[in-house]
């Protein structure tokens, strides 16, 4: 599992595992943005709140974990990115990995400043198509504006603008950081400093599990 504040660098890490593991990267953000794109009747509901910079209900996003899990690609496992986010999402989860069997392996938890989680959010771009993440000034894209992979024009999320980023953090801190304590206390945290680069990371969780 990947914990940290929106802009430390979870979807980055997780697309790189996703290449190399076989398992799949359950991101709730993506699936949220991914629904609101469908127009769902999930999307519908989430729509406001991501907008808003605010968390989806609790049920919402435990229903929609439930459902990943049982599909047939989880079987072997996965990596959980942006989920659980809220004391009551964790207890959901010990209860959904009772009834699937599984086990958490570990929890990583990726600290980064406030400033440097603001200048991340604030540039970010995103691959509407392959959902690569690229940065305007640290990891631009070859050809401004265009993913490198699929050629796709590359898009802002809407909540990635300064106002809502400010608030998505105040949310990461109220909500969210009461699980660095849980996992702690259940001897699966890997604190990571999220400032050392994107290779250094990668090698602490691949050490990590190996
Ligand atoms: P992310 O892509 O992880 O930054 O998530 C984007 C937005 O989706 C968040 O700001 C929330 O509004 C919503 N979201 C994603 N995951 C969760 C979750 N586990 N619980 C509640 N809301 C979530």
């Not at 629904?35 to 929609?64: C, F, H, M, R, W």
């Not at 490198?148 to 909540?159: K, S």
């Not at 001897?187 to 994107?198: R, S």
């Amino acid at each position: 599992m990947l914990l940290g504040a929106p802009g430390s660098g979870k979807g980055t890490q997780a697309a790189r595992f996703a290449s190399d593991y076989d398992v799949p990267v359950i991101a709730t953000g993506d699936i949220l943005r991914k629904n609101i794109k469908e127009n769902t009747p999930l999307g519908q509901q989430a729509q406001s709140y991501i907008e808003k910079g605010d968390l989806v209900p609790d049920d919402l996003v435990i229903a929609l974990v439930d459902s990943a899990f049982a599909e047939a690609d989880a079987k072997g496992g996965w990596l959980l990115d942006g989920f659980p986010r809220t004391t009551a999402q964790a207890e959901a989860l010990d209860v959904l990995l009772e009834k699937t069997g599984k086990k958490l392996d570990r929890v990583f938890l990726i600290n980064v400043p406030k400033d440097v989680l603001i200048s991340r959010i604030t540039g970010r771009l995103l691959c509407p198509k392959c959902g690569r993440i690229y940065h305007e000034k640290s990891m631009p894209p070859s050809e401004a504006g265009v993913c490198d992979l699929d050629g796709a024009a590359l898009t802002r999320r809407v909540d990635d603008n300064a106002e809502t980023a400010e608030s998505r953090i105040a949310v990461y801190n109220e909500q969210t950081k009461p699980l660095i304590d849980y996992y702690a206390a259940k001897g699966l945290l890997t604190e990571i400093d999220g400032t050392i680069g994107l290779d250094k990371i990668e090698d602490v969780i691949r050490e990590t599990l190996s």
